[in-house]
């Protein structure tokens, strides 16, 4: 098959270009286009088969309407969410959706914990004093993990590894999710119990669930004001889980103590890209970045080797499926 992917990035060709030649006759058609998927670009799919798409483009129903005027069947994204595609509309037209359902759950997992500690130990504020000749300590000072209860919302495979190893580190483990995960009780000691329990118990609040309408701005002022003040709050799930407004609010009053976000509700059009020479225009991530207590990251936290590699494959997988007449057993269903 023909594939236009879109919103592509140099970090992520040498993995695609490996798994398609790993496809031997089977291999695909490669086009790598930098521009996001909106309603003015998807003319760039005419002729193609299908499309890949990355977490933060535009697949609303508009835009499918546009692809299937080009001929597009399919989409093949590279990401385990997929709210920014309109299942509904997909359906109607006819396309087949499939997603990358566990790239890596260890590399997001993995990075959660760095960014508790990066705040904890303020390591990044420390390595820029070193940097300035200034070796002093004071303003530096951190807290045992060991014993702190951390309050895990979402317990998935991403949540039920960020258990694992917080339990390593003697956390006492709170979790919230419409569908406990009762061997995280039986294996780490972890105590499923309501959202404002959890809240208001927790030394550190991290969130590991979908972005869905339920789910929308699932942390707010309401939710804030049920934290401990001076509460450690982690989002490497979906920007929209956080009213960003609010968790400003909450970090100036210093009911936050500590926030570290790797995704962010208007990260479209900023993260992944690089404006070191132009003013940023967004005010809230700006406000956000002036405050030292908090660590911001670019939706970086699946980027390791092995997750890049399982993306890959398994979107490739997933067009050669369709290319065989076959269905994947990663099709999304609306």
Request: include cysteine; charge should be positive.
């Given at each position: 098959m023909k594939i236009v992917f879109f919103d592509a990035h140099a970090f992520e060709q040498e993995a695609f270009e490996s798994a398609n030649e790993a496809l031997g006759e089977q291999r695909h058609d490669l086009i790598m286009v930098k521009a996001n998927l909106n309603e003015t670009t998807a003319e760039l799919a005419r002729g193609a088969d299908a499309i890949s798409i990355f977490v933060n483009d535009n697949a609303s129903a508009s835009v499918l309407d546009k692809l299937h005027a080009v001929g597009?069947?399919?989409?093949?994204?590279?990401?385990?969410?997929?709210?920014?595609?309109?299942?509904?509309?997909?359906?109607?037209?006819?396309?087949?959706?499939?997603n990358v359902p566990a790239y890596s759950p260890y590399a997001v997992a993995?990075?959660?914990?760095?960014?508790?500690?990066?705040?904890?130990?303020?390591?990044?504020?420390?390595?820029?004093?070193?940097?300035?000749?200034?070796?002093s300590l004071d303003g530096l000072v951190g807290f045992d993990m060991n014993g702190k209860t951390v309050g895990i919302v979402g317990t998935g495979k991403i949540g039920a590894i960020v258990a694992?190893?917080?339990?390593?580190?003697?956390?006492?483990?709170?979790?919230?999710?419409?569908?406990p995960n009762q061997a995280l009780t039986t294996e780490y000691g972890a105590e499923f119990t309501d959202l404002q329990t959890l809240c208001a118990k927790s030394d550190i609040i991290t969130l590991h669930t979908p972005l869905l309408p339920e789910t929308k701005y699932i942390i707010n002022s309401e939710r804030i004001a049920q934290m401990k003040r001076g509460v450690m709050l982690i989002n490497t799930s979906r920007g929209g889980l956080v009213n960003t407004a609010d968790a400003i609010e909450g970090l100036k009053s210093g009911h936050i103590g500590y926030?570290?976000?790797?995704?962010?509700?208007?990260?479209?059009?900023?993260?992944f890209y690089d404006y070191s020479d132009t003013i940023l225009q967004d005010d809230m991530?700006?406000?956000?970045?002036?405050?030292?207590?908090?660590?911001?990251?670019?939706?970086?936290?699946?980027?390791?080797?092995?997750?890049?590699?399982?993306?890959?494959?398994?979107?490739?997988?997933?067009?050669?499926?369709?290319?065989?007449?076959?269905?994947?057993?990663?099709?999304?269903?609306?």
């Open positions: 597009v069947k399919y989409l093949a994204l590279r990401s385990a969410g997929f709210n920014h595609v309109d299942l509904k509309q997909a359906q109607k037209l006819g396309f087949r959706v499939a993995e990075h959660t914990v760095a960014l508790m500690l990066g705040l904890n130990r303020k390591i990044v504020r420390a390595s820029n004093r070193i940097r300035d000749l200034n070796f694992k190893i917080l339990h390593g580190f003697g956390c006492k483990l709170l979790c919230y999710d419409v569908y926030f570290g976000i790797d995704v962010y509700e208007q990260e479209q059009g900023i993260f991530i700006a406000r956000l970045m002036t405050f030292p207590n908090v660590i911001i990251t670019s939706h970086q936290a699946f980027l390791t080797n092995t997750a890049l590699h399982n993306i890959a494959e398994t979107t490739l997988y997933n067009v050669s499926q369709w290319a065989a007449g076959k269905a994947s057993e990663h099709e999304i269903a609306v």
